[in-house]
C-alpha cells in the first residue's frame, strides 16, 4: 500500500486565454433530454464554440477523433460520466484541454470539478478565459474511467435495465437477493491493504482517487481528483444477518461505519477471479469484463478547464468541515456549561 508520503503533488491552476477553435459535442438524450432543456447548442454557438450533437448511431470516440483532427485546442463534452470519460480520454491522447458540461443524470465528475451541475449551460463558460488544472485519469485495461468501476453487488445492479431510471430502488429490490444465505459469494480476489490475499467482497469500488463515502448508492465525494492514487472500497457482509446491518448502516448513510468496510489507496490494483466475464460497472455503464482486470493511475494525465468563478470542490468541503468543526466545539462548551 501506498504511504501518503508517496502522494503526488498538486498540479498549479493557472488562468487560460478563450479557446481559439473549441468543440463541444452533446448528447441530446442524455440526463433525460438535459441538453436541450437548458439550449447548449444555441448558447455554446453563440460564445463561438463548435457544436457537433451526437445522434444515436454515431460513434462518439471517431466524432472526437476528428474533432482533434481538425484542429480543436479545446474539446469539451456534454453527456453522461460514461461519455466524459470518453472524450477525455481523446482529449489526453491529443493533449488537449477538456471541459465537462453537466447533462447527465447524476454527474459525479462535475462535482468533484467544482461545477454547478444544477446550472448545466454555466459550464459553457470554460471555454471562455477559464482556469486550467492537470487531474488524473485511472484506467482498468485500456479503458479510461473518470470516476469508478463498481464489481459484486453493484456491478450486478448495474446490469438491471431499471438501473439509470431508479438507482436507489433497484439497489433495494436487488440487493437482499444478491446476499441472501443461499447466494454464492462473488469470486473477486485481490490484494488487501495488509497484503494478503482475499477471495471475495459483496462490494468492490475502484475509483480515480480516493472517495469520502458514507453511502454506497450515492457514492461520495472527492477532495483530490490529482493525488495520482486509486482509491479501493471494499465491503464483506455476514450472509446470515450481516445484510440487515448492512442495510441500516447504507440507510444512515453511515455505511463507512459498518464492521465489514475497509478502504485504502494504491497504484495499481488487480482483481482475479474464476469465472469467465465480470458484471462491472465503468462510471455507471453496465459492461462485461474477463478477468484479471488491471487498474492503474494515470497521473496528471488531463488538462481539464473549469469557469474561472468556480471554486475547487475541495475549498467548498474544507469550509464546510471547518463550519461543522466548529458548531461541534460550540456544543461542547454549551454542554459543559450546562453541567456547572
Partial sequence: ???????????????????????????????????????LVAKAEALGVRTIVLSPDDDLRALAEQAAADGADVLGMAGGDGSQALVADVARRHGLAFVCVPAGTRNHFALDLGLDRDDV?????????????????????????????????YGKVVQSGNYRDAKIATAAQILPELLSPDTEPFDLRFTGPEGTTAKTADVLLVSNNAYHLTSLSQFGTRARLDAGMLGIVTVTANRNGGLRALLSAESEERVDHFPGYREWTVREFEVGSGDELLDVGIDGEARKLAPPLRFRSLPGALRVRVPRREEPAGFWRKIRNWAKSVATSATSVLRRRSRS
Avoid at 7 to 23: C, E, F, L, S
Avoid at 125 to 135: L, N, P, S, V
Fill in 1 to 39: 500500500m501506498d504511504s501518503p508520503g508517496g502522494r503526488q503533488r498538486r498540479h498549479a491552476r493557472k488562468r487560460v486565454r478563450p479557446a481559439r477553435r473549441g468543440v463541444l459535442i452533446v448528447n441530446p438524450r442524455s440526463g433525460d433530454g438535459k441538453a436541450e432543456r437548458a439550449d
Fill in 121 to 153: 449551460a454555466a459550464a459553457l463558460d470554460a471555454f471562455g478565459e477559464a482556469i486550467e488544472q492537470r487531474i488524473d485519469l485511472a484506467l482498468v485495461g485500456d479503458e479510461v474511467f473518470v470516476n469508478n468501476v463498481s464489481l459484486g453487488v
